[in-house]
């Protein structure tokens, strides 16, 4: 057995300790770039502690998932200002946005030198500049990945900068900058930490580290998720939640996701459709036929077994099968009340293009079995179903 292993240098996770972020950036820096969401007096507080604490800051409001322009804007504001840190404060498209800026900053450049599939993949060479994350969502685990996923609507496709120099400097999660989160946002986001932490157990480079992570977190996704949607301010489920997102992070960055997000880096490109939302529409369809392939074309039973195990863990049922793994994110996506993916504009004549985009996806490789095309257009028209 052969692994490899890294997160962010520093995590520091608990109730209240946004309080300690001016005394962790200053020994990085002086002068602050802060990249929020559409929102950015929400980042208010977090920038009255970097001044306390004798920190330039300057705020850079990136709406709606980060795109390469967005991200070329935020860039030529830390370059003007001769920052030497970055804030990405907010949900996963802030800290997505941060690391790019932070990579960006370090290496020079065009974000279009280094990013996958659609632009010129350089190598990243440099170190980023430190780069501190705060979510403010738990979903997308960016606090603790290797790479940022921007938009690139010229080509109709997210895609990533990614390298071990971009995985934050510190993490710091506060559950309490959950509690505010509207329920749409905590039910897509919620969903995404659960395939989070679901395609990395089942995926072709689990090891034992990111195995373990993926079962807690799923046993606190499988008693949390249901109630942090229907209670909001309900502090021990929000801080489930944070926890659940934070090791599904750190477990894909080790060992991958599948396809479910390799389906989602396409849709979300080519419509105006919200990641978290993508994924919790796909999870239910996706599992049922991965474990359908892994029964016909599978040459063992690991893949298999990964899901039985999966299905135990959420439903607490002690015989619990693949099949009944199934049946539960079904039965969850529709409590919830996750749309199908025509609300997002999508038909069923986009799919044959998709599914052609969707096998080139980084996501893909990880996925327990390569599925065939006629294996994935059937998935996707069961996701397009009201």
Request: proline residues 6%; hydrophobic residues 45%; charged residues 20%.
């Amino acid at each position: 057995m052969t692994f490899d292993f890294a997160t962010a240098s520093t995590i520091r996770f608990g109730s209240g300790c946004l309080a300690d972020v001016g005394g962790m950036t200053k020994p990085l820096g002086r002068r602050a770039l802060v990249v929020t969401g559409r929102t950015p007096h929400r980042a208010d507080l977090l920038i009255e502690r970097l001044i306390d604490a004798g920190i330039e800051s300057t705020a850079c409001s990136v709406s709606g998932e980060p795109s390469v322009d967005a991200v070329r804007h935020a860039v030529k504001l830390g370059r003007d200002l001769r920052c030497e840190v970055v804030v990405g404060f907010g949900g996963g498209s802030a800290l997505d946005a941060a690391k790019a800026v932070a990579m960006l900053l370090g290496n020079g450049g065009d974000p279009m030198d280094y990013i996958e599939v659609v632009g010129r993949g350089r190598p990243i060479a440099k170190p980023s500049l430190p780069c501190i994350a705060v979510p403010t969502t738990a979903g997308t685990g960016s606090e603790v990945t290797r790479n940022a996923v921007l938009s690139c609507p010229e080509h109709g496709v997210k895609a990533s900068l990614r390298s071990p120099s971009m995985l934050p400097r510190i993490a710091l999660v506060d559950p309490d900058l959950t509690l505010s989160v509207p329920r749409a946002v905590t039910v897509a986001t919620g969903m995404d930490a659960l395939t989070q932490l679901l395609e990395p157990f089942v995926s072709v480079r689990a090891n034992p580290l990111t195995d373990s992570l993926c079962r807690e977190g799923l046993g606190r996704v499988a008693r949390s998720l249901r109630r942090v949607c229907a209670h909001g301010r309900d502090a021990a489920a929000r801080s489930d939640m944070a926890l659940a997102s934070l090791f599904g992070g750190i477990a894909l960055a080790n060992a991958g996701l599948g396809a479910v997000h390799g389906f989602a880096a396409v849709i979300g490109g080519t419509f105006n459709a919200p990641h978290g939302a993508v994924c919790a529409r796909l999870l239910a369809p996706v599992c049922r036929a991965n474990v359908a392939a892994l029964r016909t074309r599978g040459s063992g039973g690991e893949g298999l077994n990964r899901y039985d195990e999966a299905a135990r863990i959420l439903t607490g049922r002690a015989k619990a099968t693949a099949d009944d793994l199934v049946a539960w994110l079904e039965s969850l996506a529709s409590e919830l009340g996750v749309p199908s993916l025509s609300v997002h504009g999508m038909t069923g004549a986009d799919i044959p293009d998709i599914v052609r985009r969707a096998t080139q996806a980084s996501s893909m490789k990880a996925n327990p079995i390569a599925l065939l095309p006629d294996e994935m257009e059937p998935l996707l028209q069961h996701a397009l179903k009201r």
